[in-house]
């Protein structure tokens, strides 16, 4: 589920390659039956703690007589950069791929997260050791290295697609997808229909927004495992992101049922928060916070910090923020949350700081597009050349994803709608909505509309938007903007006046926006 960003469901507003999902660096899953007695629904959603490990140099020859290295690929001696995740500047393959991108050369695909489930009982179970955090490279190089001995471990390429798949949406870079899908193969190659390929298989299909493939192979691995907790949390992302959301609900009771832990409390809060119900998805995640392990505080304290944020409570955000980055200082996720809190608070130069060290090492629309729109908002000299800049970023990374089979139309809908090329945001808006009916999509699909100047033909979209009571300031923005411009001037007020009072600064230019339209409409009485 889309994470809060990242950690967050993917149409979570912040473009996420795919759902956040905490480090799961647990024992074997059960074959009959759950790991634990059924709880309470005190829900919540995996922190993601395990190393987001830089690629190392792929193993010299082939390991199990297929020609091809331990990360799945034909091995060609590629290295990567190397360095700790939190500490250095942009990861360097995505750079060069996003440079190329910019000017119109070909684009290479190479070598992304290091969370996986532990290998079930199976033969060539992996130690859970193999896939705890730690420093940098941890778990990819450790399975690596023990897939040089052991060749034939199923369960260790189920892990080590899953941590491609990790590093992937940890640091921005889509290229990893590939090598994801090739481990995977192969541990399916060796033991024909395990769950923890399954599983793997659904985090990646969920990852390139392919969520009816994540659906099809969460529901196969839940066959051969019914408390495979990667598969029952696919399976709800997958629901989710389908704009199916009684079905979503239905299986988020599930999971907690069978796999009562962080990944699905954090899911079953974005399920009842996308029903309106704030209440009980604050409460989910604070019962959820309390009980987490130290791996899993930041992911959750930073669920809380973006639903207060959401919400307008820019104190109530600001202190969670600060209580994960306290946990883990380099939590990307956090970071950008306490940016978007400083720009809403009034403190632009603090949120500008905060997210040209987001983007620097986790270069996805979502910042991009923000730290451009705050350029703006700054208006300092060469500001508007610096908020060109990130916009033409944005451009890149999508044409990456899409080299790398991810699907990128709602990216292009959202930030070509105000940043772009309208007419590609409307065909990307059309191509997303006949994919999926969400409110994420509804909204896109309306904005594009507008921007294209079909207002009327936008107007229904934007109240399927807001119809099942999600509070989202930016949804109300936009359907009282589609309001203005057919004329809907009493519910253009209504809906600009909620945004405003529900988060008045869920957009620095937006927000502007919509107080100057709110001027007019009462100057025009």
């Known amino acids: 589920m889309a994470r809060r960003d990242d950690p967050i469901p993917p149409d979570r507003g912040h473009h996420a390659t795919g759902p956040a999902t905490p480090s799961e660096n647990r024992p074997a899953e059960p074959e009959h039956g759950p790991a634990d007695p059924p709880r309470e629904h005190h829900r919540e959603h995996p922190h993601d703690d395990t190393p987001a490990a830089p690629a190392e140099r792929e193993a010299e020859g082939p390991q199990d007589g297929t020609g091809e290295g331990v990360d799945g690929a034909v091995t060609d001696g590629r290295v990567a950069a190397t360095g700790h995740r939190r500490r250095r500047g942009p990861l360097v393959g995505l750079v060069v791929l996003l440079a190329v991108a910019m000017t119109g050369g070909a684009l290479a695909v190479g070598a992304g997260r290091d969370g996986h489930e532990a290998a079930g009982p199976a033969g060539g179970a992996v130690a859970p050791e193999l896939l705890a955090g730690g420093s940098p490279g941890t778990g990819i190089t450790s399975l690596q290295a023990l ?17 491609y798949v990790e590093e992937a949406r940890t640091k921005g870079d889509p290229s990893r997808y590939p090598q994801a899908e090739r481990a995977l193969a192969r541990s399916l190659k060796l033991a024909p229909g395990n769950d923890q390929a399954l599983a793997g298989r659904a985090a990646l299909a969920a990852a390139r927004h392919d969520f009816a493939g994540a659906l099809t192979h969460a529901d196969q691995a839940l066959e051969q495992n019914p408390y495979s907790e990667r598969a029952l949390s696919s399976r709800i992302d997958a629901l989710v992101e389908l704009g199916r959301y009684d079905a979503a609900s239905e299986a988020a009771d599930t999971a907690d049922a069978r796999r009562p832990g962080v990944p699905v409390f954090t899911r079953y809060a974005y399920v009842r928060e996308l029903r309106g119900d704030v209440t009980t998805a604050r409460r989910v995640l604070e019962q959820a916070l309390a009980a987490a392990s130290r791996g899993d505080i930041a992911y959750v304290a930073t669920q809380l910090g973006q639903l207060a944020w959401n919400q307008g409570d820019y104190k109530a955000a600001l202190g969670h923020f600060a209580r994960a980055l306290a ?9 950008e949350g306490r940016a978007r809190a400083r720009a809403a608070s009034g403190d632009l130069a603090a949120a500008v700081r905060d997210l040209e060290d987001v983007v620097s090492r ?34 890149a990374w999508i044409a990456l994803a899409r080299a790398s089979g991810v699907n990128a139309d709602l990216d292009t809908a959202l930030a070509a709608a105000d940043h772009g090329d309208a007419g590609a945001a409307l065909r990307a808006a059309r191509a997303e909505w006949a994919r999926r009916h969400t409110v994420h999509t509804a909204d896109a699909l309306a904005w594009a509309l507008h921007r294209n100047g079909r207002a009327r033909e936008a107007h229904p979209y934007a109240r399927q938007a807001t119809a099942t009571g999600y509070r989202n300031a930016a949804f109300l923005y936009h359907r009282g903007m589609i309001e203005h411009a057919t004329g809907r001037t009493d519910a253009a007020r209504t809906h600009l006046t909620a945004a405003l009072k529900l988060n008045p600064g869920f957009s620095p230019l937006g927000a502007r926006t919509a107080r100057t339209t709110l001027k007019s409409l009462e100057t025009a009485r």
């Open 147 to 163: 897939l040089r001995v052991r060749p034939k471990d199923h369960a260790g390429w189920a892990a080590l697609g899953l941590a």
């Open 327 to 335: 946990t883990d200082d380099g939590y990307l996720p956090a970071l």
């Open 362 to 395: 986790y270069p996805l629309p979502g910042p991009l597009v923000a730290l451009g729109e705050l350029y703006e908002a700054r208006a300092a000299a060469g500001d508007r050349a610096k908020a060109r800049n990130q916009y033409a970023l944005v451009d």
